[in-house]
């Protein structure tokens, strides 16, 4: 599984074109923000203390919760190429057992969700201190590093089973495209939740993206919050929350950081086992 693995990885990372279309989505959010929306959002909280960092870090949190569901369509886009070329029938009558080949597949895919959301962690990070914010600290960060490894998990599940209903690369390229673009939206990174119609918003809160979101929100804006928002009543401060997505609802029923992490590993057990079901019914 090993040199299955590193196949396609190689496959992956040699091609940039892949690599840059798998990331189109994400470059996307990060640009409309550049470009148009960073002023437009801090001018509308120049009164909160620090809302430039706050709004970039509302913003990256955002960033990081789609990074490895763009990347990783990439990556398993190899997995639907095998199939559409017949590659894969000549995997799977090599004394190579299934389950390496299919193990092979998702941990690339996971591999690749974690390596680009790191990257983009990274990079986040530099944008923040070049407009004048601050670095995470020390606890913020470790924090940050675990839920990033959960949030992709949990995503790469997802667009594991997405792709195993795909034979077609040009069929599949094609609607990986339409995810990386639609997933801002989803996960709440261009637009505060808050914005949205009250039915759109008890559709797209439940979903496990969105609660990634709030949870990497969560995290970067913790300490900041508490200092920019101090001059806030608590009322206030619970509808700035919900507004822009750092606690989510369901009606008047608010969504625990608990809950929201049961969600993202309840996502990732169910996805996970489907796409296994559903590669080995293909197979057979």
């Known amino acids: 599984m090993r040199q299955f693995l590193y196949r396609n990885l190689q496959i992956y990372f040699k091609d940039k074109a892949t690599v840059f279309y798998s990331l189109i989505g994400t470059l996307m959010i990060f640009a409309l923000y550049v470009l148009f929306l960073g002023n437009l959002w801090s001018t509308m909280y120049k009164d909160v203390q620090n809302s430039s960092q706050l709004v970039d870090s509302w913003v990256m949190a955002g960033?990081?919760?789609?990074?490895?569901?763009?990347?990783?369509?990439?990556?398993?886009?190899?997995?639907?190429?095998?199939?559409?070329?017949?590659?894969s029938k000549d995997f799977y009558s090599s004394p190579v057992k299934k389950s390496h080949i299919a193990g092979g597949y998702v941990l690339c895919a996971a591999i690749v969700g974690l390596i680009m959301s790191f990257i983009m962690l990274a990079l986040a990070e530099a944008y923040i201190v070049s407009r004048g914010g601050e670095l995470l600290g020390f606890t913020s960060f470790i924090k940050v590093i675990g839920l990033i490894a959960i949030v992709s998990l949990s995503n790469t599940s997802v667009m594991i089973f997405f792709a195993s209903f795909f034979r077609s690369h040009n069929a599949y390229t094609s609607a990986a495209g339409i995810v990386g673009s639609l997933i801002g939206f989803i996960a709440g990174a261009y637009i505060p939740i808050g914005m949205f119609p009250k039915g759109i918003q008890m559709v797209l809160e439940p979903l496990p993206v969105f609660?990634?979101?709030?949870l990497l929100r969560e995290a970067m804006m913790g300490s900041l919050l508490q200092t920019s928002l101090?001059?806030?009543?608590?009322?206030?401060?619970?509808?700035?929350?919900?507004?822009?997505?750092?606690?989510?609802?369901?009606?008047?029923?608010?969504?625990?950081?608990?809950?929201s992490f049961i969600i993202l590993i309840a996502?990732?057990?169910i996805f996970l086992s489907l796409s296994a079901w559903n590669l080995a019914k293909k197979e057979q």
């Open 63 to 87: 960033i990081l919760s789609v990074v490895s569901i763009t990347s990783t369509a990439g990556a398993l886009g190899i997995m639907v190429n095998d199939k559409s070329t017949k590659i």
């Open 230 to 259: 101090s001059t806030m009543s608590q009322n206030e401060i619970s509808e700035f929350y919900y507004m822009f997505g750092i606690s989510t609802r369901v009606g008047n029923y608010s969504i625990p950081s608990m809950i």
């Open 211 to 214: 609660q990634a979101s709030a």
């Open 267 to 269: 996502t990732f057990i």
